[in-house]
């Protein structure tokens, strides 16, 4: 997403000098330009996804430091930077004690005006994550989640069920947890957690771009458990709203916020489910232990792989409704599906399951085998314990700017050339 930067300049000659050294940043865009300190802080609050303030020291009526300060007062979430002739000391470290985020030459390179607002802009950003997030109950993790995404081989075969018991069983483990109903037309989560809810993921599709922690708490239901749900639209010809663009979005913003996120993928390829299944840690194919069943897993993870969205080493299948008395055994299911298969198999204990299904409360479960089952398939995920932070590498300088070490004052006096 781009940076949204506001400038402080005092002249035209200094607005263009700044503008034309943005105009060089591909990830950094000026939003509006001030004359005066008046009209800095009377904007301010007008752009609440405002990431950044580059003030130039001349700008007036207040000293540029006062404007600091009132500004990292009253918005501490936004990063200011202050633009000077020369960075001394003591400017820098009365700039700092006001509350800025850096100082910066006007002398200084393209890349280091670049680097400068990137590093102030991100700050910004997880500051103000933060800060939503603490006021609207709405977690944090600090990391980046892990996404597991379940596909059922065909419906009927308990994937719904599985991806509530692990959500239940990783929020129990103190994991924080969403739970994602991405089967879009005919999602069932609502039915066997027994609640309602006005909001729906389609909500979240017009503004995927940038889904703040307001918009989330908005359109997530808080399970008494623990766990924040997101689900499938009520109607569900709604479904056709949610593009593989808008579901790379929310799953982003969710995987920034949770420990752990875990997809209902239905029975059904969609656009948005086939990019949870791309874009997910683990992807499960749930499978019950006769052919129709192995068949259509078969078929899945077939398409997966025709269509690029993930290869067949990379899906782990998952065995329901398991018994020693049936035909079909996991080694059988593991040779006819060709993936790797769990260890651990959901028994076939459909009696077990009856109070909670019909009652709506997942954790009425009337078996401890079944309740155990469960437990071990979480472990197996991996959700019972913190995974190690995963960062992407950040493109380099010389990726965002072009390799060009231009500096904003040879830009202004090209200007005046």
């Not at 390179?109 to 590093?119: F, G, K, N, Q």
């Not at 499938?232 to 913003?253: C, N």
């Not at 025709?306 to 055994?329: F, W, Y």
């Amino acid at each position: 997403m781009t940076y949204q930067v506001m400038l402080g300049a005092p002249t035209e000659t200094i607005e263009s000098t700044l503008t034309a050294g943005f105009e060089e940043l591909a990830d950094s865009q000026i939003v509006s330009v001030h004359r005066s300190s008046k009209e800095i802080i009377d904007t301010v609050p007008k752009l609440p996804n405002l990431d950044v303030v580059l003030i130039h020291e001349e700008l007036g009526p207040l000293p540029v430091l006062d404007i600091i300060r009132e500004l990292s007062r009253s918005h501490p979430q936004l990063a200011v930077i202050l633009l000077v002739e020369e960075v001394l000391p003591d400017t820098f470290n009365q700039a700092m004690e006001a509350g800025a985020r850096g100082v910066l030459a006007t002398s200084a390179t393209v890349e280091e005006l670049s680097a400068r607002i990137s590093t102030a802009a991100d700050w910004s950003r997880t500051l103000r994550r933060h800060l939503e997030a603490a006021s609207l109950d709405i977690p944090v993790s600090g990391s980046r989640g892990s996404v597991v995404a379940l596909s059922g081989s065909k419906g009927g075969i308990g994937t719904t069920t599985t991806a509530i018991q692990l959500a239940m069983v990783a929020a129990k483990a103190k994991r924080s947890v969403c739970l994602v109903d991405l089967d879009l037309q005919s999602g069932d989560v609502p039915s066997f957690m027994d609640l309602t809810h006005r909001r729906s993921i389609v909500d979240l599709a017009e503004v995927a771009d940038n889904i703040s922690a307001a918009m989330l708490s908005d359109t997530l239901y808080v399970h008494p458990d623990g766990i924040h749900i997101l689900l499938a639209p009520g109607e569900g010809e709604r479904g056709e709203d949610m593009t593989a663009s808008a579901a790379r979005q929310i799953l982003g913003a969710l995987r920034s916020r949770y420990e752990v996120v875990i997809v209902d993928c239905g029975a059904y390829l969609t656009e948005a489910s086939a990019m949870a299944v791309e874009l997910a840690d683990t992807a499960i194919v749930v499978v019950s232990p006769d052919l129709p069943a192995i068949r259509g897993g078969q078929r899945l993870v077939a398409m997966w792989e025709r269509l690029q969205v993930r290869k067949k080493d990379e899906v782990t299948a998952l065995l329901t409704r398991h018994s020693r008395k049936n035909e079909i055994q996991p080694d059988f299911v593991r040779k006819l599906l060709g993936t790797p298969l769990f260890k651990h198999v959901i028994p076939a204990n459909y009696r077990a399951l009856e109070e909670a299904t019909n009652t709506g409360d997942p954790l009425r479960i009337s078996d401890d085998g079944l309740r155990k089952a469960f437990r071990l398939v979480a472990d197996e995920v991996g959700l019972l314990v913190t995974r190690a932070s995963e960062t992407e590498e950040p493109n380099s300088d010389d990726q965002k700017t072009g390799g060009k070490k231009t500096s904003l004052s040879g830009l202004l006096k090209k200007d005046s050339t």
